[in-house]
C-alpha cells in the first residue's frame, strides 16, 4: 500500500474523488483519520454538521469541530480508510495509540507528508499535541461550485515542478534572546539572491493554538503565490512565517504576547531576514497579514511600529485600534500610503465588525476591502483570504495625487565611531522630482519617484556634530520649484543611545500597592530642560484583582494611559520630594495614584501574590538630550523619540515595602510561618516599642506552588496596615511603631494557625525591645479568625484589637474577651459582599457588648471598651466594601485609639 494519502476519481463519489489515508505502524493498537473534514451548509450555518459522505453543492469542509474515523488494520501494519472529499487543500491529521512510543491519542501529522517541518518538536504544535497536514483534492465537474473551482487552481500544487518555489525552516534567537525558534521561509521559484530590485515580502502570523508552520500548511501560501505568479497575477514574493509563542511555556494564551510577537516582528525577524534574502527594506515592499490572534496581533504592529509595512491583510481576527492609533498611523505614513483588508468566513458569523474597522482606515485616506469566504475559524478559511488579499490587493496601491509636496526628515547614526547624518526625503507629488539637498557636510543631487521616499547620507567624518540643517531643492516637470529646510540635532557618537532601563516605582495605598511613578534610565546625565508632561506616555492595565478576571491583566483592550503629574530628573532611581530636577542619568516620571490602573497585586492559586511581570509600559514621545557641558544651550540627543512601548527591565523600587525584613519561624510543631517586620529607622534596644501585629485576610496567607514560587510577603503589599504605621500622615502620631505582620499558612484550623500566630508574636517580643503591655493586632477580613483566636485562648497577650471586615466572633469568643477586658473596634462594609455585615460585624459587636452587661459592666464601662463603626459605600473610593480597612485607617484617631490602649 502507497502511504500517505491517495486521491482516486470516482463517480460513485460525490464529489467526483475519493481520498484514501495510509498509515503504516505495526505496533499501534487504535488509529483513527482526524482532521477539519466535517461539513457546513451555508444556508444552516453553524447549527448542523454533515459527513463527507453527506456533501452537496453549498456544503464546505469546516474547523471547530474534529472529524475521527476508525482507520483500519492490515496483516502488514498498514491502517486506512477511505473518505470522498471536495477540491481544495484540506486539513486532517492522525490519532494513534502507539504503547512502544507511549503514545495515547497521541496527534500526529503524516509521516509520508512532503512537507518541510521544523526540526524535533521546537515548534509550538508539536509541543501542544496540534499538528496538521494537508491533503489536495482536484476539483471535479460534478461539484458545480466556482469557489471550490478556484480553490483547486491556487490551492493546489502548481502542475509545473519548475513553478514550485521552496520553503525552509531557519532558527533565529527572539527578541526575549531565547534560541531554538524557527522562521518558516519561502523563496519563489527563481528566487535570485543577486536580483538588483529586492524581492518584496509578506510576514505572516498565526492564530493563539498555531506556529510558524501554519501559512505554509494548511493555510497552503506556497502553493496559492507558486499558482499566482505562474499566472502573472502576482510579482515574485517572499513568504516569511513565525512563531509567536517565546514568551513563557504556556500552551495558550500565556506565551503568545502581542506586544512582544509585535515588537519581535520589527524589530529582530525584519533585520534577520532583510540581512540575509534578498527582499525589500521598504515598508511600500513589506506586507503583514495575520490570522485570528494574528490579526489582533496586527494592530499591535500598527499601534506600535506604524510606518513598518504597507499593507495589512487581517484574516479572522481585527485590529483594535483607538482613534489615536488611526492619527499616529495617518502621520507616519501619509494620508493614503496604506493597503488593509478584511475577510472572515461565513460560518464565523457576520462582516459588521471588519467592514467597520475598513471604515475607520478609509475615513483616515487609506485603501481598504472586505471580503467573506464560505469557511470556518479555520486555516482552510485563511488560505481563501490570503488569496484574495495577494492577488487582488498586493503591490498595487494607488499612486498618491496632488500637489508637489517635499518633505524632509533627519536623523544622525554612527557609523564605525563617526556620525552619519540621514536624511529621509519624500516625493508627494504625482511626478518624479529632482531634489538637491545641501548641509555643512556636503551637496547631493537625487530623483525621488512620484509618492516615495529615498534615503540620503552625509558623511561627517566626526565623532561628534553640533546641531545643524539640511536644505532641500526640488524641482518636478510641471510643478514650481520647492525649498525646504529641516534641523539636525546635536549628536555624539561617544554616548550609548536611548532608554537603558525602566523602573517602577510602587506605593502602598489604602487598597494595595500599585505603581505611582516610573525612572527611566539613559546612559548619562539627562538635561531636564527639554523634558515636560509630554515628553513621555505611561501606560498600564486597568486590572485590579479585587474586581477583574485575571484574563484582563494582560488584554490590550484593558489598558489606559497614566495621568502624568511630574517629570523631573535625579541621580538615582527615587523620588523627590520638591519634584525639583537633580542633575542625573534618570527621568523621574510621578503619576496620579488615584488613577485606575497599575495595581501590582494579583490573583495567583486561589490567593494573590506580588506581580513579577509588571504591565507597565513607557513610551518616549519626544527626543532627550544630554546635559549640556557648560549648562547653556542644548545637548546632543541621548535618545530619539520612539514608537516602541518599554517594559520594565528591572526590579520595582518599592517605597516602604522594600523597607521590612523578611524572616521565617519554625513553630513547635514544625511549622514555617512567614512573616515580615519593620523597626524605626532609630531603633535603640534599651527602649520599649509599642507593636502592632497585622493578621491579613486569606487571600494573603502564604502559598507556594509545586515549583516553589510563593507569594512570601503579599500580606504587606496588598492593603495599607502594615504601612500606614510607618507614616505620620496616617497616625497623626510621632510615636516610633513596631510593626509585625505575620503570613499565615493557610493550613489546619483557624485556631492551628492562630496558635502558629502566636508563637511567632511571642519569639519576637523576646527578641525585639517590645513594650509588652502594649501589643496590639490589627486584622484583614480573615485575620479576625485567627484574632478571635487568639483572645480567647490566650488573653492578655494582645493589649487591644482592630478588627476591619471580619468573621464573627462566636458568644463563647465574646465572653472570653468580655472577661479579659481587652478593648476591641470592630469595623465592616454595610455592602459587604462577602461577609454579610449583619452576621459579622454587627453580631461580633452585639456579643461582646452582650458579654460585657452579663458581667454587670455600665454602658459607659462597656462603651470604653468595646466600639463599632460600619461604613457606607460612599466611604470607599474604590467600589469594595469588604476591605473595611481602607476606610478605617483613613481614619487617625481609630489608630490613636488603638495607640492609647
Known amino acids: 500500500m502507497v502511504e500517505g494519502p491517495t486521491v482516486t476519481a470516482d463517480p460513485s463519489s460525490p464529489t467526483g474523488y475519493t481520498v484514501t489515508f495510509v498509515y503504516h505502524n505495526p505496533d499501534a493498537t487504535q488509529v483513527r483519520l482526524a482532521g477539519d473534514l466535517t461539513l457546513l451548509d451555508v444556508d444552516t450555518g453553524r447549527t448542523t454538521r454533515y459527513q463527507p459522505e453527506e456533501w452537496e453543492p453549498g456544503r464546505y469542509h469546516a474547523g471547530g469541530t474534529e472529524f475521527l474515523q476508525d482507520m483500519t488494520k492490515d496483516e502488514n501494519g498498514y491502517w486506512s480508510v477511505s473518505v470522498p472529499l471536495h477540491a481544495g487543500g484540506l486539513s486532517y491529521w492522525y490519532r494513534v495509540w502507539d504503547p512502544t512510543q507511549g503514545w495515547e491519542n497521541k496527534r500526529i501529522w503524516d509521516p509520508a507528508s512532503p512537507h518541510p517541518r521544523p526540526p524535533g518538536d521546537s515548534s509550538f504544535r508539536v509541543r501542544n499535541n496540534d499538528v496538521l497536514d494537508t491533503v489536495y483534492v482536484p476539483y471535479a465537474p460534478v461539484q458545480d461550485d466556482p469557489v471550490l473551482e478556484a480553490r483547486a487552481a491556487y490551492e493546489l500544487p502548481a502542475a509545473d515542478p519548475a513553478q514550485r518555489g521552496t520553503v525552509q525552516y531557519v532558527p533565529y534567537t527572539t527578541i526575549l534572546g531565547d534560541e531554538g525558534h524557527h522562521l518558516g521561509v519561502y523563496l519563489p521559484a527563481g528566487y535570485d539572491p543577486d536580483r538588483a530590485e529586492p524581492y518584496k515580502v509578506v510576514y505572516l502570523s498565526h492564530g493563539i493554538f ?97 510606518a513598518a509595512f504597507g499593507y495589512f491583510g487581517f484574516f479572522s481576527g481585527n485590529p483594535t485600534l483607538t482613534e489615536a492609533n488611526y492619527d499616529d498611523l495617518e502621520a507616519a505614513v501619509g ?129 561628534s556634530v553640533p546641531a545643524s540643517e539640511v536644505t532641500a531643492t526640488a524641482v518636478a516637470d510641471g ?123 494579583m490573583a495567583w492559586q486561589g490567593g494573590v501574590r506580588v506581580n513579577p511581570d509588571l504591565q507597565t509600559r513607557v513610551l518616549q514621545n519626544e527626543a532627550v538630550h544630554v546635559w549640556a557641558a557648560d549648562g547653556d544651550g542644548q545637548g546632543a540627543v541621548l ?53 502592632v501585629v497585622i493578621l491579613p485576610g486569606h487571600g494573603q496567607g502564604y502559598i507556594e506552588s509545586a515549583d516553589g514560587t510563593n507569594n512570601e510577603g503579599v500580606q504587606i503589599a496588598s492593603d495599607i496596615p502594615a504601612v500606614a504605621w510607618l507614616q505620620e500622615e496616617w497616625t497623626e502620631s510621632e510615636e516610633d511603631v513596631v510593626v509585625l505582620a505575620v503570613q499565615n499558612r493557610r493550613t489546619g484550623s483557624g485556631t492551628d494557625q492562630a496558635e502558629a500566630m502566636v508563637e511567632v508574636v511571642n519569639a519576637f517580643v523576646d527578641e525585639f525591645s517590645v513594650d509588652p503591655d502594649r501589643i496590639y493586632g490589627s486584622t484583614v477580613s480573615y485575620g479576625s479568625v485567627l484574632a478571635w483566636a487568639a483572645l480567647t485562648d490566650h488573653p492578655g497577650l494582645f493589649d487591644a484589637m482592630l478588627v476591619t471586615g471580619g468573621f464573627g466572633a462566636s458568644e463563647e469568643q465574646a465572653a472570653a474577651i468580655a472577661a479579659s477586658r481587652t478593648p476591641v473596634w470592630v469595623t465592616h462594609g454595610t455592602g459587604d459582599h462577602l461577609l454579610n455585615v449583619v452576621t459579622t460585624g454587627q453580631a461580633s459587636f452585639n456579643r461582646i457588648w452582650n458579654a460585657y452587661m452579663a458581667a454587670g459592666l455600665t454602658p459607659a464601662q462597656a462603651t470604653a471598651l468595646v466600639k463599632y463603626t460600619e461604613y457606607p459605600l ?10 473595611a480597612a481602607a476606610p478605617t485607617y483613613e481614619d487617625s484617631s481609630i489608630l490613636r485609639w488603638l495607640l492609647d490602649q
Open 335 to 463: 494620508t493614503g500610503d496604506l493597503t488593509v483588508f478584511l475577510g472572515n468566513g461565513v460560518f464565523e458569523g457576520g462582516p459588521d465588525a471588519h467592514n467597520a474597522i475598513a471604515e475607520s482606515f478609509r475615513s483616515r485616506g487609506f485603501t481598504a476591502a472586505t471580503a467573506q469566504v464560505p469557511g470556518a475559524h479555520d486555516g482552510m478559511t485563511a488560505g481563501q483570504l490570503f488569496t484574495i488579499f495577494a492577488r487582488d490587493h498586493l503591490w498595487k496601491q494607488e499612486t498618491p495625487g496632488g500637489a508637489v509636496d517635499v518633505s524632509l526628515e533627519t536623523d544622525t547614526r554612527c557609523v564605525v565611531g563617526r556620525a552619519v547624518q540621514v536624511v529621509q526625503v519624500t516625493n508627494g507629488s504625482d511626478a518624479p522630482a529632482q531634489v538637491t539637498l545641501s548641509s555643512a557636510y556636503g551637496s547631493r543631487t537625487v530623483t525621488v519617484g512620484a509618492g516615495r521616499s529615498t534615503a540620503v547620507t552625509f558623511s561627517t567624518r566626526l565623532a
Open 874 to 883: 460612599s466611604a470607599f473610593y474604590e467600589p469594595d466594601q469588604h476591605l
Open 639 to 691: 535618545a530619539r523619540a520612539s514608537d516602541v512601548a518599554r517594559a520594565p527591565t528591572q526590579p520595582a523600587v518599592n517605597l516602604l515595602y522594600d523597607d521590612f525584613v523578611h524572616e521565617r519561624f519554625t513553630t513547635s510543631t514544625g511549622t514555617e510561618v512567614p512573616y515580615a517586620y519593620w523597626l524605626p529607622e532609630d531603633y535603640d534596644a534599651t527602649k520599649e516599642y509599642p507593636v
Open 479 to 601: 510643478y514650481e520649484g520647492t525649498t525646504v529646510t529641516a534641523p539636525y540635532a546635536a549628536y555624539d557618537c561617544g554616548l550609548q543611545h536611548g532608554i537603558q532601563g525602566v523602573v517602577p516605582i510602587t506605593e502602598i495605598l489604602a487598597y494595595g500597592q500599585k505603581v505611582t511613578a516610573v525612572a527611566v534610565e539613559y546612559s548619562v546625565d539627562v538635561d531636564p530642560r527639554g523634558l515636560d508632561l509630554d515628553t513621555f506616555t505611561v501606560s498600564d492595565s486597568l486590572y485590579n484583582f479585587r474586581f477583574n478576571p485575571i484574563a484582563d491583566l494582560t488584554d490590550p483592550t484593558k489598558r489606559a494611559d497614566r495621568t502624568i503629574t511630574a517629570v523631573y530628573t535625579n541621580d538615582t532611581p527615587s523620588l523627590e520630594a520638591d519634584q525639583e530636577s537633580d542633575r542625573g542619568r534618570y527621568v523621574i516620571i510621578e503619576l496620579d495614584p488615584m488613577d485606575p490602573g497599575g495595581s501590582t497585586v
Open 210 to 306: 498555531g506556529d510558524e508552520t501554519d501559512f505554509m500548511v494548511p493555510v497552503n501560501v506556497p502553493n496559492i503565490l507558486d499558482n499566482m505568479t505562474a499566472r502573472g497575477e502576482i510579482e515574485p514574493t517572499v513568504v516569511v512565517t513565525m512563531g509567536n509563542h517565546f514568551t513563557g511555556t504556556d500552551l495558550g494564551f500565556g506565551s503568545y504576547d502581542r506586544l512582544n510577537a509585535a515588537n519581535n516582528l520589527v524589530e529582530v525577524i525584519l533585520p534577520f531576514v532583510e540581512e540575509r534574502y534578498n527582499v525589500s527594506d521598504e515598508r511600500e515592499g513589506r506586507a503583514y497579514g495575520g490570522f485570528s490572534y494574528g490579526g489582533s496581533t496586527g494592530g499591535f504592529v500598527i499601534a506600535n511600529h506604524p
